[in-house]
């Protein structure tokens, strides 16, 4: 958290023109209303902060600078590298030279120095909302138009977008500065001591169980990316879902797991009966589906890939939760599109960008036994094979191509399909030495999959060990449950007609066999979503063992394994390295966070023989 935020004149606080700017510009696109208003301000050089808040559009154009924020490179960087590039999914791709930071992190050689330790996207975001917070009270006071339901809308909008800025925090550093306090003066205090992971989680969880009600259920019908670009009921019920199951209650978690299901099954309902073509092919009549409300992947008899294309290219799906938005039709002309995607998963100029699918996920592209992640029962194969890589590159597809995809699964033979159509990458282009990736992909954070997985990582933690005939008929309703889940999930990307189950419910008769089987189907879900570290760091945290993320981590190429066994499994180093460093620039100006630097990493040139 940075200092000289403001300057002190005449007894009033004042922001700089750049810094809010900064705060109020949204690019090229914007879910709110234009800042047009506020940059026909005479004086753009500094203007006084409490005068500024004078009616609904100053705290429209503040929320809106609060996502645009949010969509910053850096921003979306960070939540892949933090999600992704430790564990097993990926490995150094092409031209990873050019970010050695990048590099440093995909062989586990992290040091307080590496950029990527940085947080002040996160912070920067969680300061906006705090003012939002502080200011937004006063202008309901002195705008007749703007209600007290549509200023406690606001608050709880904000509110949730600081709580997930940190939730990502706590679950990349463990303990970090906690503050509620908008920082609008350079005399307040800064230099917070962090405050303990778990404190942090039940203010966060407090807040959110607090402002829930306040939050907007749906939005206007002609605003159809609000829906999911923006904070609802549904996002925050999401949240609440996650944070619940790294607190390790695992009755809210299933609870809220169950609030965002029924949510999503009644949003299906209403827009079927305005229009009963609406939807195409997305609706629970799909035996597959199990009664979700989830997306059909399958198009014809032996076509698939329609769920991909809803999800992933067209963007605010029936499916989808909570997503950052980008522009669908000028991405990197007047703005940059979703760069930190094209940079990093591939474009049309470089197929396979700085971060590659692992060697394990490949290989398992050309196999139809002993595969790693994908499940052998699927001989013909799994969709999400072809959905999340390129079969012929070796690169990511998910969130890079522009187009819509389809697999073409009638060949007779099962080793492979007869074709794989997609429609290309997101372009690249350099303009007057500027990079522009052309991506407008929007990166999710939430859908209704993974809450599904949850649910079923939830109800499995309520199993009971042992194998006596009492303890095996407790288990088999919440097996059940737990498998139904999962199954609905597995059975929509199996490219087999008629459907044979890849799974068998005979397979997961015992905790630790369903365990493994939700944390691989996760992998396969969510792949390149920025989820599974943050899943193998849970798991870890359970267990009160590295056990599960040392095997993982071991298997990606380009690291040294016996190092890597030994940095997180031994007693000196083993669950802080789990968690990152804080950055050195940090420590340096807040020297509470030095007192508390994670001891597992080097402030040197790095932790491990290259």
Known sequence: MKRNITNEKNGKAKVTGFLLCAALFTFHFSLFTSCSDFLEIPSRSEIVLEEFWNEKADVDNVVSGCYAR????????????????????????????????????????????????????????????????????????????????????????????????????IRTFRDVPYSTVAYTDDDQEMDLEPTPFNAVLDSLITDLESIQSHAMGRYPEDKPAYQTGRITKCAIWAMLCEMYLWKGDYDKCVAYADLVIEDKKALLQERRSKSSSSMGSSTTNDPRLSGFPLISDQTVNTTYGNAYTEIFINGNSQETIFELVFDNVEAGRSMLGNSAVGLFYGNSTVTKGYIAPSSMIIEDLAKTSQRSVYADRNKRMDARLYENCNNKNEAINKFVLQSAMSIDASSTTPSVPSRLLDGGRYSYAKINDVDHYYNSSNWIIYRLSDIMLMKAEALSQKLREGSEAEIIQANQPILLQCFTLVNAVNKRSVCENPLVDTLLFNDYRTKAQMDELILKERQRELMFEGKR??????????????????????????????YVLNFFSSQTTGMNAIFWPYNDEETKVNLNLAKHQNPAFSSGEGNISK
Do not use: H
Request: hydrophobic content about 35%.
């Open 70 to 169: 949010m969509q910053g490179d850096d921003m979306i960087r960070r939540m892949i590298v933090w999600g992704e590039c430790r564990a097993d999914n990926v490995m150094a791709g092409t031209n990873i030279d050019k970010d050695g930071n990048l590099e440093n992190v995909l062989k586990e050689n992290i040091t307080t120095k590496n950029p990527y330790t940085n947080w002040d996207g996160f912070y920067s975001v969680i300061n906006r909302c705090n003012t939002v917070i502080k200011y937004a009270p006063t202008v309901a006071a002195i705008d007749p138009g703007y209600t007290e339901s549509e200023l406690q809308a606001t608050i709880a909008e904000v509110s949730a977008l600081r709580d997930l800025c940190y939730f990502y925090l």
């Open 533 to 562: 570290w943050y899943d193998l760091v849970r798991r870890s945290m359970r267990d009160g063992n590295t056990e599960v993320l040392c095997q993982a981590v071991a298997k990606r190429e380009g690291i040294n394994a016996n």
